[in-house]
């Protein structure tokens, strides 16, 4: 079956949605009121009859071969997760691979191991992957984020005896200029702070300290790029939210630190590297706002630059 979900489309989707249904019995239309990307992603879980799903998004497309080769995987390997590399497709219809994987099975520990290294984005997105359905039987999207794949990917691995991997790029991802995460603000990007946050504490309760260890290493990064946006926007009613990820950050921090056997070496790195991306936020800060002070006294009264 396919479940198309229109989520209050304000365009002409509903209308095409339901003349595909009338073409074929297979295709199923939800008309719904707009919850976002989660949302409509849990009304398809909802509503699903088969015993495995896969996700595309509305902009994307799949080669024809795609859920053939991840289905033959899955039952060959008996996994119940396959997933298959990416394409990207930007504006103008240029096509790039965005993935380097290797056909392999793995376990949890080797999946993870993977989505540390280089870019995870094949291992971490919800869309070029088949599931058993089984998966989600107590497992929902975290409503109202944008980084809605960093707060489930964890809930749904540790369910997972085996994962299949093939190294065929059969999902094409589109980004046109419009979409949700082109038009991130410093509030949707927290969202990935506190997916990380999330994922961290998680390890921890488990004793998985070196992948909790490897989410929090790159929390200062993305908090730094925000500082700067809060600064120099003035958004000075989010840094409440900026100090209490912070708190999070740095009690997540400690607690590894005291419940670990990770070598001392690697923490003294861990915390220099915070260290510098705070002295660097902080710098680029203030040259930004030199910039845009030189630029202001350069100006006309009309605050154009002359």
């Known amino acids: ?49 088969g015993n495995y799903l896969v996700f595309v998004d509305s902009d994307d497309y799949v080669d024809r071969t795609m859920i053939e080769k991840l289905y033959v995987r899955i039952i060959d390997d008996h996994s119940e997760l396959a997933l298959c590399g990416i394409y990207g497709v930007d504006y103008g219809g240029r096509i790039e691979p965005i993935s380097d994987l290797e056909t392999s099975v793995w376990d949890q520990n080797d999946f993870w191991d993977n989505f540390y290294k280089n ?32 707060f489930i990917i964890h809930r749904l691995i540790v369910q997972c005896k085996q994962i299949s991997v093939i190294s065929d790029r059969l999902y094409y991802y589109v980004q046109r200029q419009g979409s949700i995460t082109k038009q991130e603000n410093p509030l949707q990007r927290f969202d990935a702070v506190e997916a990380f946050l999330k994922r961290s504490r998680w390890f921890i309760d488990k004793r998985w300290f070196n992948y909790a260890l490897m989410d929090l290493s790159g929390i200062p990064y993305v908090m730094g790029e925000v500082y ?30 005291l419940r670990s056997n990770v070598g001392v070496v690697y923490f003294v790195k861990f915390f220099a590297k915070d260290i510098v991306f705070n002295l660097s936020s902080t710098a680029l800060y203030y040259i930004v706002r030199m910039k845009r002070n030189k630029i202001s006294m350069g100006g006309n009264e009309s605050g154009n630059i002359q």
Request: glycine share 8%; aromatic share 6%.
């Open 1 to 49: 079956e396919i479940i198309l979900v229109d989520d209050g489309s304000p365009d002409l989707c509903p209308g095409i949605c339901d003349e595909w249904a009338e073409r074929d019995e297979r295709i199923r239309v939800i008309h719904k009121e707009n919850g976002g990307l989660s949302d409509a992603r849990n009304t398809g879980i909802e509503n699903a009859h």
């Open 228 to 257: 700067v946006k809060l600064k120099v926007g003035k958004n000075r009613n989010l840094l409440s939210k900026y100090k209490e990820l912070k708190a999070e950050y740095n009690k997540l921090k400690l607690q590894v630190c």
């Open 119 to 150: 870019s995870n984005v094949p291992l971490v997105v919800a869309w070029n992957k088949l599931y058993s359905s089984g998966l989600f039987e107590e497992e929902r999207y975290d409503t109202g984020k944008i980084h809605e794949d960093e």
